[in-house]
């Protein structure tokens, strides 16, 4: 890999960075750099996965105000997304490479149609009494499903687990963002820590992505922070439908 090459795939790594802290979805962008340099599929995949978890911590560092008084649902969420990222990982490694590719795109229009509605499955919740404040069993289903495809591929993570939390939590949709980071970042961590022990990786690959999503996380906290919920709401269904054509067109 040449050093324009590395170059190349840091400035990938850093729109990832900034788009998975707003959003989530920077995989879209890293993994087909990574191929574009010649990485094989499965080698990109883990690589993006470990080089992306530098932009994961320094996008819930950035959020850590809104994280504030969600410990015990971090805990309780951060679990699911652990299990469910060693879960994925493994598949990665024990299955075809295209074994998802049939329900990805579903799972995230899915998810942006509950971005949509957010306000509005939240509202009648918290009517019915149904809006807990750490989500009830199949929120906590759904979260480990969410990690399992994280740690299997990862694209649009944020944007599924943005609708199954929002629909879910009567909560600001910064705070459920700042969640958002914090179990993706996980679910990318253990997942890159397996890969490492018993997939292969390429070190100069996955470090480039680092440095560039890590400055991502840092713009990409300051940017998602200060936008409204209606502009964060529109921009993960953007995100989220963009994802959709990437995946089917490819």
């Known amino acids: 890999m040449t050093v324009l090459e590395l170059l190349g795939v840091a400035l990938a790594g850093l729109a990832a960075g900034t788009i998975n802290t707003v959003v989530g979805s920077g995989t879209l962008v890293t993994f087909p750099a990574l191929l574009a340099v010649g990485l094989p599929p499965v080698v990109a995949n883990t690589s993006n996965c470990l080089g992306l978890v530098p932009g994961s911590v320094v996008g819930a560092w950035g959020y850590r105000h809104e994280l504030r008084g969600q410990r015990a649902r971090a805990l309780r969420f951060g679990a699911a997304s652990l299990v469910g990222g060693v879960v994925g990982g493994v598949l990665l490694l024990a299955l075809p490479e295209d074994a998802f590719s049939a329900v990805v795109p579903v799972l995230i229009v899915v998810a942006c149609v509950l971005v949509v509605l957010q306000p509005r499955l939240a509202r009648r919740a918290a ?93 990409g906290a300051r940017i998602g922070r200060r936008l409204s919920p209606a502009a964060l709401r529109g921009l993960v269904v953007l995100v989220g439908l963009l994802a959709v054509a990437q995946l089917v067109v490819a």
């Open 127 to 219: 009517r019915r009494g149904g809006a807990r404040p750490h989500g009830g069993p199949l929120l906590l289903l759904g979260v480990a499903g969410t990690g399992v495809y994280g740690g299997y591929f990862g694209a649009a993570q944020g944007v599924i687990l943005m609708g199954l939390l929002g629909a879910t939590l009567a909560e600001d949709l910064q705070r459920l963002n700042a969640l958002k980071n914090v179990l993706a970042g996980l679910v990318n961590a253990v997942a890159a820590l397996l890969f490492i022990v018993a997939g292969e990786v390429d070190y100069r690959a996955a470090a480039a992505v680092a440095v560039g999503a890590a400055l991502g996380g840092l713009v």
